[in-house]
């Protein structure tokens, strides 16, 4: 069910980069740590459908559908000190809180009406749809370490509590890793080459209001790769200018069927930032490109770096015009 959405955005100097709320990262979303601090907000649509559009079923004890439509604000603070003996230097903080008025709609429009259309898929029938207000709260501590550059290893864990689970994580890998030469310098823009991630995730659930039978653990295995531009600050927070990311995902699963067994779900992500804009779209049909379209089958998340948007604003009231500079 592939969840493609277009995005177009100027090009600016700052870009926006957000922890994604749960449960987007057992949908198939990125679950990297933010590499620089950031104040994001916008909107996280998630989709789940028990059965496809020839009405096989999804073989999990959720019998409804869900249309999470998550209203985000996230804040990862990196903390950062000139001092050499600091307590939390090389560590950074996020915390990300979300509410839903979760109903059909509008995930049900881009699921029937724009991507099953153009993939001439027949559409997926809602089953008793869940009408309610969902709350969800993600926290997360990361500690940084340098690999042929500042802050590329990380080692953390966090938790999500709310209305859908609980959950209680521990993470681990490296986030854009310079993998080819640079191509292209700027020393305002930065370098443009192709970077890599990876990162092993554990998990321990707990059942919440929407989700009442969930897997008691859960792995997960995200490897990504990226192409964009790419300037260090001064306290080794890495920042793309632009940047396009395809992400893979192996997770164990947090569903289950009647006789305990656990779904296993894999998908992909394609994200693209430029300026404070972030877009991400992800899909659970991996390897079932042609017939899957079910399950906890798709999601999208497009979020604004607030913080950024304001001082790139501040910049452009700041900055003198070329007639002011002339008669200066």
Do not use: C
């Not at 881009?110 to 259309?117: A, I, L, T």
């Amino acid at each position: 069910m592939g969840g493609s959405l277009l995005l177009f955005v100027g090009v600016i100097s700052t870009p926006a980069w957000s922890e994604n709320p749960a449960p987007s990262v057992h949908w198939g979303s990125t679950a990297f740590p933010d590499q620089y601090t950031t104040v994001t907000s916008g909107l996280t649509l998630n989709r789940f459908t028990p059965v496809d559009g020839l009405g096989n079923k999804y073989d999990s004890t959720v019998g409804n559908t869900l249309g999470f439509n998550l209203m985000t604000l996230s804040w990862t603070k990196h903390w950062d000190y000139s001092g050499t003996s600091w307590l939390w230097k090389n560590w950074s903080t996020n915390l990300t809180a979300g509410i839903s008025p979760t109903s059909d709609e509008p995930t049900q429009f881009f699921q029937n009406k724009v991507v099953h259309q153009l993939r001439h898929l027949p559409p997926v029938p809602p089953v008793n749809t869940r009408k309610e207000t969902d709350v969800m709260i993600d926290g997360s501590a990361t500690r940084w370490f340098p690999l042929f550059g500042p802050k590329v290893i990380f080692v953390g864990g966090g938790f999500s509590v709310g209305t859908l689970y609980q959950q209680g994580f521990l993470r681990a890998g490296i986030r854009r890793l310079q993998i080819s030469p640079s191509v292209w310098h700027s020393d305002k823009w930065g370098d443009i080459n192709v970077r890599a991630s990876a990162m092993g995730r554990i998990s321990y659930q707990d059942n919440g209001s929407t989700f009442h039978a969930v897997r008691n653990t859960a792995g997960l295995v995200q490897p990504a790769i990226a192409i964009g531009q790419y300037r260090t600050t001064a306290t080794g927070e890495t920042i793309p200018t632009w940047e396009i990311e395809l992400a893979l995902m192996w997770d164990s699963g947090i569903f289950v069927n009647t006789t305990g067994q656990s779904q296993k779900q894999f998908a992909w992500s394609l994200a693209a930032s430029a300026g404070p804009v972030r877009f991400e779209t992800w899909n659970d049909s991996m390897g079932h490109l042609s017939e899957r379209d079910y399950g906890p089958t798709y999601g999208a998340a497009l979020t604004v770096d607030v913080l950024r948007a304001w001082s790139i604003i501040q910049e452009f009231r700041t900055t003198p015009t070329t007639s002011q500079s002339a008669s200066l």
